[in-house]
Structures are given as C-alpha cells and as structure tokens.
C-alpha cells in the first residue's frame, strides 16, 4: 500500500537528470575502463525501475544487485544485453538453474558454490557465465584465499564459464587506511594468476583513490545516489534525492520545558517548536534529535538551518525554528530534511548514522516525484 499521492505529508523528490549526470561523471573518470551502476536495494530506495532506465539511456551496460529476486526484477527492465551480477552469488539452497534462466551472473565465493555452478554448467552442456569473488579482507563472502580459487579453477575453470574477477574494498573512502594498499596487493596477485578474466574491484570512493584501482569494471553504488565517494572533502556528485515534510503545528514553550519521549531535551530560552509529520516509521532514525547530551540533526525551513530536538516519534519529529522569523514557518510549509540545501550525508552523520541507511530505510508513506527523466510523475 501507498499514501495517496494528494495526502502524503512527506515527499521524495527523484532528480533523474542529476542520476544519469552523476553515472556520466564516474564513468569518464573510469575510462577506458567501464562504469557499471549498483542497483541493489531497491536502487538504494529511489526505485529501480527508473533508476535502471536513467542508467541504461546514460551508457550503463552492466549492473550488480544483491539478490536473485532483485536480478529477476532488474532482468525484466532491462534490455537482453544487459549484464546483471548477483552479489551474493548462490542464495543458500537457490537452483542454480534459476539465475541461467534469468541470465544472471552470480557472484561464486566459495568452492561449495563453484561446485554447484559447474555442476549445473555441465546438466546444462555449457558453460554459465558467472563472477568470481575473491575475499581480500572483507570476510563476509568470497574464496577465503587465491589458493582455493586457483585450485577450483584448475579443477573447473573451463566448466564454470567466469568472465569477470571481483573483491570488495574495506575501508576505501579513508584514503590513507593501510588496509587498502594490502588489499590492491593481494588483488593484483589474483589478477595475475587469471589474465583472461576482466576485473572488477573499485566502488564508489575506490574510483576516487590515488592508486586508481579501477581495472576493467567499476561498480559504483552510493555516489550515484548523491552520496560523497569522498568524505571530508566536497562531494563531487550531484544530489538525487530532496526529502520534505510538512509543518503540522507550531508552538511556543518556555525555558525549562522539555519536549518528546523520555524528556531528554530541554528548552534553555524562550523556543518555538515546529513539529513536522515524518517520523521513525518514515526511515528517520531515532536519533536525528538533539539531547540535552548531544546535539542532533538540522532541517532547512524558510532558507535557514533548524536543529531537531527531542526523540523522534514514530510518526513525528520536532524543530527548534526559534531563530526563523514567526511568520516564515507556517503549519503546512515545508522542511527540507535532505537534498540541495542539506547533504544527506550530512544529515545521517548528525543523526547517528550513514547516508547508505537513510537512502534504503525510506519509507513508502511519502509521494515520490521523479524529475529530469524523459517522463516526470
């Protein structure tokens, strides 16, 4: 179920246009290398239908969910050239022969799963186009040494039809983590033994790293959303997301008073509160508001930064707008939680979190408008 699209106090404002400008930008700074777009997550919330669309009409080819489910979804968008990896490679107890139907590319990691990919290679009487996930620090998923690769691959290799070489990055938006430098070294000898397999190893703040570990396929995710690939620095990525909520009531409290659940912010002059209709059951987390500890998140309202107080509610949130002349916050204007006025990551960071949450925990009470596509809606 969907809010009315008339009755949503809360609207997600889609910049499709600033979608495909952002893939364009990490994509010439790839080249010659190619620019795949991550589309997991639901597109990282703002929809996978149009997301894959604006990708497609920007020069995206390949693209990498997280799931089975999401690569069906995305198959069933795409054109049939479409390459579509499957991060997670074989879910659990998943028949193999259901990413071959779908043409999807799973991402193998362990012998396990080479095992049954080539078996399924062989029922099939054909090799089955697949990734190869290398584990180079990590430890969630992949082939825990090239050791254990290189021998599934001396087993299998010409059964498995793998055609492209991957990892994951640890901590590639801290340039100078020495973990990087580790994990390029270790990537490079995996290249090394596989030449004839393309490589695939730079995310979003990887593409941004001095030693450029982009290889043949980079697969950004987040900075095509609008995140900053580059923290501490400024985010050379357009924002896609807007996020506004409206101002249901306005009051006056007096210094002393406190104000939401538990009372753990307390006015220390003569406020004003502006309470807006979005809360934790919208994605907000619940500790966008200050306390008396610590201070918390900041909206836009009529051009001016005002900080959140108190707990977030469920379905509510409150704003300190005391320094916002009266008559400019109004019940029925509208805050600005993220977008051109308000980097999202620098809202998650005062709430306690990071922009990758906030994106993909947005809820689906608000009206989502997609701009700067061929169609708006």
Sequence with gaps: ??????????RLTIDLAALADNYSTLARR???????????????????????????AAGARAFFVAHLGEGVLARNLLPEEAEIYVLNGLEGDADPADYGAHRLKP???????????????ARRGRPSPCALHLDTGMRRLGFDSLAALTIAME?????????????HFVSSEIPDDPLNAIQIARFAAARAAFPHLRASFANSSAIFLPQRPIHDLARPGYALYGGN???????????????????????????????????????????????????????????AGATDEQPGAEVLLAGRRCPLVGRV??????????????????????????GAGIEIDDFAARSGTIGYRLLTSLGRRYRRTYVGGQASS
Excluded: H
């Excluded at 179920?1 to 809360?10: C, E, F, Q, V």
């Design 229 to 287: 690939p580059t923290p501490g620095r400024p985010n050379p990525m357009r924002p896609v997301a807007t996020l506004t909520v409206a101002v249901q009531q306005t009051r006056w409290i007096e210094a002393g008073v406190p104000c939401g659940y538990n009372a753990r912010w307390t006015a220390k002059r003569r406020t004003r509160l502006a309470t807006l209709l979005a809360g934790y059951a919208d994605g907000l987390p619940r500790a």
């Design 107 to 121: 991402a193998i990691g362990s012998p396990e799963e080479f095992s049954r990919w080539t078996a399924f290679a």
């Design 155 to 167: 087993r299998d290799g010409a059964a498995s039809g793998a055609d492209l070489l991957m990892s």
């Design 313 to 338: 509610s469920m379905d509510l949130v409150i704003a300190d707008v005391t320094d916002v002349p009266e008559a400019a916050v109004r019940p029925g204007d509208r805050a600005e939680l993220f």
């Design 30 to 56: 790839v080249a010659p290398a190619r620019c795949a777009a991550v589309v997991k997550a639901d597109a990282y919330g703002i929809g996978l239908e149009r997301a894959v669309a604006a990708f497609w």
């Design 1 to 10: 179920m969907t809010a009315p699209l008339d009755s949503a106090p809360g």
